[in-house]
């Protein structure tokens, strides 16, 4: 029998089964497709204009390690234009997030973009080792993921970036489309299809990957020998995601385009306006200066209810009006350092933490 | 990206079960009586649990029977038409079934609001006829057991409901399209599934070139099915054809509304299970529709020898043509349909399990099972499911109705598909000339990925002759809302050049 034809050239031998589309495909292809994918994703919503300054979010992982690779090449390829950097968060996680820094150290010395690791310990002054062993491992999640991206926020300022990109793939954001209809968390449903939303201080946030597989991001590492770590957290007990995550993999096995299909899903419908009008309006934090959507950000408020040994204040109501009824934080409580993205433009209306 | 782990499942990681009511063991009504059932942490007795249901069950269909939505609930109900049941033989179904018969068929006194006094207009019959219709799929796996006797008896226990079967084959019979629309030329039409295009093709030309394989509905039926591309799209493909078969039956008997037996629990899958087939344009539909049918489909053929019941609604005038698609279960539970029907003593047929090996690839199967399992640690999600998706609406404007499914279509769709996943390296192939004739452009997302997308797993063996012919017949719905090129009439011509023309030239 002879060897079955790329369907996308008809000259090449086909060697793997693309999971998207389920085509047979040679391997030049498969890379011509995926980068010409993202590529499209990235031209489609105008993601960036020449000379922007970019930080790649670099965990080591799959995702990120892809992702530095293929900013790196369409940058080159198509003169985007774009000064890339690497900013990676250390959480604090022994045995975890140190061996998949490693990584990303090597993507410095490979791609040669400088590179910025921000700890939560520099930030908040807590590790998640240090905050699981007061909370323990339930909703320990909340914490790393509200500081996270925090974190990256403040880090990007500091690094005077104007886009932020993230690995985020389409299995996270079908998942997450599903879990925010399940959970009814109207507001994030509104916006986890969105491709670029607003962070902090103008700092805008992209996922160049969210018509990406995931399958097709661990190819294409597996193809072009990208090294990365796979280690799940250690402290990973989100058990709603992880049921989420396990149910969308059984819809991915009866039929391969229910990821993109969800994700078709979320970009076609929009929060009611009427509904829009009852959600709270953003504002500023008034200890740290953050963007929230109370008095106190949710950083601040996790913070706050680890420094008076209650954390989990932020989290249900009740401990939180037990805080409130135990009188106002000392003044001395942890600010966390507010980075401003440009210290000429924002001299004059950057709200300051108080004194 | 994210952390987690689905195999975690240590004690502190789950979330604390709560207990099954929140204070007290005695009903939350009436307050006298230890409690019978556990709602989402609320007690009732059985007492006061018929009120509770009937009243959901009135305040989900009440606010929609009169043609204007809002009218104020205090005046009388006067629907434009009829009412028709969907009956599936299922929990939700029978419990409707029950409920529209004591409600609006025997006027059982103890349904009726207690306000009002007995003189007040809604303790009059609100529906002329009620008919029930009951789809049996039975003929298209072998197998399978034929339940229409059985469905039949048990409709007749409902004295003063209309029985009405018909088989999932009809949707490509030409002679029941005829019992509901005026006997006209209806294109039948075929489509290559092998392509991401559709192309289409007229049923007659591609039926002489090869043998008569699918000169029966239920041949036609068998071919279509065993053409689909994944073991999913059978059972999607099987709700969409026994909602249009209701859809249409409610115009043959005139009526305005339709009524389904989703419950809650129900509602709650088919709205996820809809999100993973790409059907989140229509998220509303899926709660609540009201279909207009298309012009040509206004001039409903009453055929003479159905009926004489028919000819009196007939008699009644014309009426603006819609049908209005309301679930009346939809804000009550499974558990409390299945303690509805075990203290009412209502018998219900049950849903049979399908035959065919694909049952576990089904998407609506894996939701179904997923919901139930999760509902057991988070109660509150059905409820959360069905809340959320009332808060969104579709995006822009429809780009009219799916030839398909009838439902609104978005625009931009195959634009959309070729950008995000690219099967060719020649851009001019990813969207052929629209002069083709195509049925691609005439669905919505959620059918033409039905149609046309793949898996890596073999397609369900159905355990039906497979087909040896490339086109495959289309229901009849389909045939006359695609828009083949037809050659133009000097009367369509003259129509619409009308308006340009001098009086003596129009006249000559």
């Not at chain 1, 499209?40 to 390690?65: H, N, Y």
């Not at chain 1, 993507?107 to 700890?119: A, E, F, R, T, V």
């Not at chain 1, 009740?318 to 433009?345: C, N, V, Y």
């Not at chain 2, 043998?211 to 068998?222: D, E, I, R, V």
Request: hydrophobic share 35%; proline share 6%.
């Amino acid at each position: 029998m002879p060897p079955r034809l790329c369907s996308l050239c008809n000259d090449a031998r086909a060697i793997l089964k693309r999971p998207k589309t389920g085509q047979q495909i040679c391997k030049e292809c498969f890379f011509w497709v995926f980068e010409t994918e993202v590529h499209s994703t990235i031209t489609e919503a105008q993601l960036f204009k020449p000379g922007d300054r970019v930080a790649i979010g670099a965990s080591g992982g799959k995702d990120s390690t892809v992702l530095a690779h293929v900013m790196k090449t369409l940058n080159d390829r198509y003169q985007y234009g774009l000064e890339l950097f690497l900013l990676s968060i250390d959480e604090g996680i022994t045995g975890y997030r140190d061996d998949s820094l490693e990584t990303v150290k090597r993507n410095q010395q490979q791609y040669g973009m400088p590179l910025k690791i921000l700890s939560y310990d520099e930030l908040y002054g807590w590790t998640m080792d240090a905050i699981v062993s007061q909370i323990g491992k339930k909703n320990n999640c909340t914490f790393c993921g509200v500081f996270r991206r925090q974190a990256l926020d403040r880090g990007a300022a500091s690094l005077h970036v104007d886009h932020i990109v993230t690995g985020h793939n389409a299995d996270d954001i079908a998942e997450t489309v599903l879990m925010n209809i399940m959970r009814g968390d109207i507001a994030r449903l509104g916006r986890c299809t969105l491709i670029c939303t607003q962070g902090e201080d103008t700092i805008r946030r992209s996922k160049p990957f969210k018509y990406a597989y995931e399958k097709e991001i661990v190819m294409y590492a597996y193809f072009k020998k990208l090294d990365y770590f796979s280690t799940e957290c250690i402290y990973s007990p989100d058990a709603y995601r992880g049921h989420a995550r396990a149910f969308l993999k059984d819809l991915e096995a009866a039929r391969p385009s229910v990821i993109i299909d969800i994700i078709h899903s979320g970009e076609t419908f929009e929060v009611k306006e009427e509904v829009k009008a009852t959600q709270k309006a953003q504002q500023t934090c008034k200890r740290c200066g953050y963007m929230s959507s109370n008095e106190l950000c949710k950083a601040c408020t996790l913070l706050e209810g680890l420094e008076r040994g209650m954390a989990t204040a932020a989290i249900t109501e009740r401990a939180r009006k037990k805080l409130d009824a135990e009188g106002p934080a000392l003044e001395s409580i942890r600010t966390i350092p507010f980075f401003q993205q440009s210290p000429e433009a924002h001299s004059t209306d950057a709200p300051k933490p108080p004194t | 990206m994210s952390c987690g782990n689905p195999t975690a499942a240590e004690g502190e990681t789950l979330m604390p079960r709560r207990k099954k009511y929140d204070k007290t063991k005695y009903c939350l009504r009436c307050k006298e009586t230890l409690g019978n059932i556990v709602i989402r942490h609320a007690v009732y007795c059985k007492d006061c649990f018929f009120p509770l249901i009937t009243h959901k069950f009135r305040r989900a269909l009440e606010p929609s029977v009169n043609s204007k939505p809002d009218v104020s609930r205090r005046t009388a109900l006067r629907p434009d038409g009829n009412l028709l049941v969907g009956f599936s033989g299922g929990l939700g179904s029978t419990v409707l079934l029950d409920l529209v018969h004591r409600c609006y068929v025997s006027m059982d006194e103890s349904t009726m609001p207690a306000d009002g006094g007995k003189q007040h207009p809604r303790h009059e019959k609100v529906w002329k006829r009620v008919t029930v219709c009951y789809v049996e799929i039975c003929d298209a796996f072998p197998g399978m057991r034929d339940r229409t006797s059985y469905v039949r008896q048990l409709a007749a226990k409902h004295e003063g409901i209309d029985f009405l079967p018909l088989r999932i084959q009809d949707a490509f019979d030409p002679e029941w399209w005829e019992t509901v629309h005026a006997p006209r030329d209806a294109p039948g039409l075929a489509v290559n599934m092998s392509s991401e295009e559709l192309r289409l093709s007229s049923l007659a030309s591609s039926s002489s070139s090869s043998s008569s394989s699918s000169s029966t509905p239920l041949q036609a039926l068998h071919t279509y099915f065993s053409s689909l591309p994944t073991a999913t799209a059978v059972p999607t493909t099987i709700e969409t054809l026994i909602r249009l078969l209701l859809l249409h039956t409610a115009l043959r008997t005139g009526s305005s509304h339709l009524v389904l037996g989703t419950s809650l629990t129900s509602l709650a899958v088919s709205l996820i299970s809809g999100v993973s087939q790409g059907r989140g344009y229509n998220l509303k539909e899926e709660m609540q529709e009201e279909w207009v049918p298309d012009a040509e489909d206004t001039s409903v053929y009453r055929a003479p020898s159905h009926q004489a019941k028919d000819k009196k609604v007939a008699a009644n005038g014309p009426r603006k043509k819609y049908v209005r698609v309301v679930r009346p279960l939809r804000d009550v539970g499974r558990k409390e349909c299945a303690l509805w029907a075990w203290w009412r003593d209502a018998d219900v047929v049950g849903n049979e399990r399908w035959p065919w090996s694909g049952a576990k690839q089904d998407i609506g199967a894996l939701t179904r099972e997923f919901i139930t399992g999760l509902e057991k640690d988070y109660p509150s999600t059905v409820s959360a499911i069905v809340r959320t998706c009332t808060k969104v609406e579709p995006k822009g404007q429809p780009a009219g109705l799916c030839v398909m499914c009838a439902r609104p279509v978005q625009e931009g769709i195959r634009e959309w598909k070729s950008r995000i996943s690219i099967r060719s390296r020649n851009d001019s192939q990813d969207i052929p000339p629209s002069t083709s004739a195509s049925l691609t452009p005439c669905l919505c997302y959620a059918c033409h990925t039905t149609m046309t997308s793949r898996s890596s797993r073999p397609a369900p063996a159905l355990g039906l002759m497979a087909s040896d012919r490339p086109t495959v017949p289309l229901p009849m719905w389909v045939g006359s809302g695609v828009p083949l090129p037809t050659r133009m009439s000097e009367q369509r011509m003259r129509d619409a050049v009308h308006e340009f023309m001098l009086d003596d030239v129009t006249d000559t």
